[in-house]
Structures are given as C-alpha cells and as structure tokens.
C-alpha cells in the first residue's frame, strides 16, 4: 500500500474489512464524482428508450424476449438502464434456463411522474387504425 502512494497513482490499496481493495486517490475524488455523475445524466439513446419501453409495457419480459421484439441484441442496452436504476431483475423464468426476467423500478416510476404502471398510456394509442394500415400496404404492393 505505501508504494502506491509513494508513487503518486491516481488509486491508493487500502485494507478494508480483514482484505485490501483498490479505490481512487482521496484528492481525486471530485474529478472521479463528476465523470460519474455526467455519464447518470446523460440522456438515454432510442435503443435504450425503445427497451425501457418493452420492459414497462411487457414485464416481466427475458433479454431474449425484449432482443426478438426490437429485432437485436439487447445485451448492451439492458446493462445501462440497470446501473440507472431504470430496470432491474425481478425473478427467474421457471422453464428451461432460468432466464432472468426484468422488470421497471420505483426510480423509472419517479422519472416519469408516473403513480404505478397503470398510469402509463394504452398501447392502443400509438396503433394505427385499420384504415391507416391498408393505406401503408397498398404502398407495399407491388405494381401499384
């Protein structure tokens, strides 16, 4: 412990709980506190709204379940919304695997001024209506 602080690191060894961990310099603290602190308050990409998304609306939902809905993986995604504090594991798919099941958070509640998640909006008023949906696949077929 005395050689990394003898040769002026960014990290000091200290003895904590019978073990030893490495932890930032005392002195660096405030550059360490704001890097972490700009990267929470980052805004979030589609990719990870789209997923935070799926989760709210289909939870308890497995990455596989959340990657075949977006049509990609979603390993990277579901990471960061973890460490926000958006999503979290909620239980364990009784069926092959265990797959962990994902589920909203009282945070991602908070974000959204939202009471429960009964008080997000109907799925049903973001789809279209059937006449909508004709109009876009006579566009689709060929030859007209």
Known sequence: AA???ADDRGFVLVRVAGG??????????????????????????????????????????SRMQVSAIRGVDVDSVIRPLQQRGYVEEVARDPGPGQAV?????????????????GDLPSLGDFVPGPEVVEVLEQGLRPGE
């Open 101 to 117: 099941l994902y589920g909203t958070t009282n945070k991602f509640l908070e974000r959204l001024g939202l009471d429960s998640l």
């Open 3 to 5: 050689t990394y602080d």
């Open 20 to 61: 030893y961990r490495f932890q930032s310099h005392p002195e660096l603290a405030p550059y360490v506190e704001r890097f972490v602190l700009e990267g929470q308050h980052a805004r979030l990409s589609q990719a990870a709204l789209e997923t935070l998304a799926i989760v709210a609306y289909k939870q308890p939902v």
